[in-house]
């Protein structure tokens, strides 16, 4: 099975920098996603990770250590759309389902 | 457009009675998953498929069942066996591993059961 774990809420000002930690424990492994929801909307998606290191999009950025089991999602320039919950999942690798964390709540205030 | 469109936004049902949340997509992917979300608890996958006619139950499928007789579509249904079926339904589609990465998810269902 898969535990994952990441912080209930955060809050940041627009214009800044905000780090998202998500550690996991898991049986099988095949990479590892982060999504963005907006209240009563579907998860969109934002970056997958299966090998070590940083993948960067635009003004998001994600960070992976298998041997850690250890991820992070960078957001870089906050705007106040950006607030929402981050969802971070992890794809199993013998049943390629993903296994979602409980999201992490961000607030960006002017 | 290619997406997976869910239907309808908002349910509501009595207790006791089953009732059926539509997923199709057109995107050609092979697996297709029912997740539910309640606040506070992430998303817990129910029910899931990678190929048609053949489905898997997931964490929490008790009072719930599927069918796959089509690649584009995976109806939920929510049994009066689910004790608490309350909450916003998601369904979500993906090419295999190997063959994609990330999985698309519809708008969403919220069913309330009253």
């Known amino acids: 099975g898969q535990n994952i774990d990441q912080p209930t809420e955060m809050t940041a000002t627009e214009g800044a920098i905000v780090q998202i930690n998500c550690t996991y424990q898991?049986?099988?492994?095949?990479?590892l996603f982060w999504y963005q929801q907006h209240a009563g909307e579907a998860p969109t998606f934002l970056s997958y990770?299966?090998?070590?290191g940083l993948e960067e999009k635009g003004r998001f950025s994600s960070f992976l250590s298998r041997s850690k089991g250890y991820s992070y999602l960078l957001l870089k320039e906050l705007q106040m759309k950006d607030s929402a919950s981050y969802l971070c999942?992890?794809?199993?690798?013998?049943?390629?389902?993903?296994?979602f964390g409980k999201g992490t709540m961000l607030l960006v205030s002017p | 457009d290619g997406g997976i469109t869910q239907s309808p936004k908002y349910l509501f049902r009595k207790e006791g009675q089953n009732v059926t949340l539509s997923c199709e997509q057109n995107?050609?992917?092979?697996?297709m998953y029912w997740y539910r979300q309640d606040p506070g608890q992430g998303l817990r996958l129910i029910y899931y498929?990678?190929?048609?006619?053949?489905?898997q139950k997931g964490d929490i499928a008790e009072g719930y069942s599927v069918s796959r007789e089509k690649k584009e579509s995976f109806p939920l249904t929510v049994t009066s066996a689910q004790k608490n079926p309350t909450a916003f339904y998601l369904c979500?589609?993906?090419?295999?591993?190997?063959?994609?990465?990330?999985?698309?998810f519809g708008q969403g269902t919220r069913l309330t059961v009253v």
């Open positions: 979500a589609s993906s090419a295999l591993p190997g063959q994609g990465t990330e999985a698309f």
């Open positions: 898991t049986s099988g492994f095949n990479g």
């Open positions: 990770n299966v090998l070590d």
């Open positions: 999942a992890v794809r199993d690798r013998g049943y390629s389902t993903l296994t």
């Open positions: 995107l050609n992917h092979d697996a």
């Open positions: 498929s990678q190929i048609v006619n053949d489905f």
